[in-house]
């Protein structure tokens, strides 16, 4: 009996079925429409259908395993990085080694670029690509559960309220990251649940407690187990965000009325909009793996933030959204800060923030500011004045 039928992505032999299935399936096809012709994908997509069903059977022909299929998404990922971004860049990569599995600790703003451009990253560098951690809700959507799962992605369950059911399914889901460490196989996980949606990173210890939950009863002492476990923090940068404005309207509602409850489809808008959308210059700086004495999972933690925040690469939409900031909330003393303001991507920047800014109601301008501006202020260890 397999202890991760559950939640581990699709093997081998699992493949070519569900590749078949989806095949037959008008959402997958408009989809994939949507990538290849948006504007006719949209208005005509009973007429497009049959011609991406064409394409992607000759495409996927051959394609009987796991390994096969990664050669096919790269094309994809390849299409989506030239299309939607300005350029990618990275760092850190000469302090890891192709021949071994890494535990990736990401930080996390979108939900499905974020683990894609990672794994791009090493896929064009040598290495292997990673099994990706997602949340089930995005399992409501039958159409992703099937291509993340055949993407590599394993599931991990959310709004647990029973202790005895958050136990089970923490340990199995430690299990599975241990196992697939030792098998060779590296992960994606995100730092803490959801994106940070403010531009705040910040490592939630009880992630790192999961780690370790299945190795208890091993007698194996914490602070080997992360070791063994080669933890890699790596920090992601968008110079723009596709989902900013969304995310901007989510935080406004939270603050002013203390909640948000999300449209049955809001996810799956986000992942269409986040693949497709412009992100400008992108840049996954990865850490050197964790190798400390760490007493405590808290202690991981930090670890992990302070490596994030060395790795993470201002844009000039960080600083002017910070500069903005500073005007819209003089009472928080944000103080003046030095930077190039001649370097490439300014002006660009500078139109492309005032031009947003214009797109959304004034409530929603700290949020938006705050999202891009939050890095700096991280970055610089600024303290930011309380105010009533």
């Known amino acids: 009996m397999d202890p991760f039928a559950e939640i581990r992505p699709y093997q081998d032999d699992e493949v070519r079925p569900v590749l078949d299935r989806l095949l037959t399936d008008n959402h997958f096809l408009d989809l994939m429409g949507r990538f290849r012709v948006p504007r006719l994908s949209r208005w005509f997509p009973f007429l497009i259908r049959p011609l991406v069903r064409h394409r992607m059977a000759r495409e996927i022909r051959d394609v009987h395993c796991v390994d096969d299929l990664q050669q096919v998404i790269a094309r994809y990922v390849d299409h989506a990085v030239e299309h939607t971004t300005s350029g990618l860049t990275h760092s850190g990569l000469e302090q890891l080694s192709p021949n071994r599995a890494y535990l990736f600790v990401s930080n996390h703003r979108d939900i499905v670029f974020d ?55 923490y340990s199995t889901l430690s299990a599975f990251v241990n196992h697939s460490i030792e098998e060779g196989h590296s992960i994606w996980i995100a730092q803490r649940e959801g994106r940070a949606k403010d531009g705040i990173d910040a490592t939630d210890p009880a992630i790192i407690k999961m780690f370790y939950m299945s190795q208890k009863t091993s007698g194996d002492a914490f602070q080997d187990v992360i070791r063994r476990l080669s933890i890699v923090p790596v920090s ?65 933690a930090q670890a992990i933030d302070t490596a994030i925040l060395d790795a993470y690469k201002l844009f000039p939409t960080h600083h002017l959204a910070y500069e903005r900031l500073r005007e819209i909330q003089p009472e928080k003393g944000y103080p003046v800060l030095s930077w190039d303001e001649n370097q490439a991507g300014v002006e660009p920047a500078r139109r492309w923030l005032e031009g947003h800014l214009a797109q959304c109601p004034e409530a929603l301008h700290p949020y938006l500011l705050g999202m891009y501006a939050n890095p700096v202020i991280r970055k610089y260890g600024i303290e930011v004045a309380e105010t009533q």
């Open 115 to 169: 683990p894609t451009v990672v794994n791009y990253m090493l896929w064009h560098n040598g290495f292997g690509t990673s099994r990706i951690a997602i949340g089930d809700n995005l399992l409501k959507n039958p159409l992703f559960a099937e291509m993340m799962r055949l993407n590599k992605s394993f599931v991990v369950k959310r709004n647990l309220t029973s202790p005895r059911e958050m136990r089970d399914v």
């Open 236 to 300: 992601i940068a968008y110079e723009y965000d596709p989902c900013d404005i969304a995310k901007a309207w989510e935080l406004e509602e939270r603050g002013r009325t203390g909640a948000y409850v999300k449209t049955d489809t809001e996810d799956s808008e986000h992942i269409i909009r986040g693949i497709t959308g412009f992100k400008g210059r992108v840049h996954v700086g990865f850490g050197a793996p964790l190798t400390g004495e760490y007493e405590n999972a808290k202690a991981v």
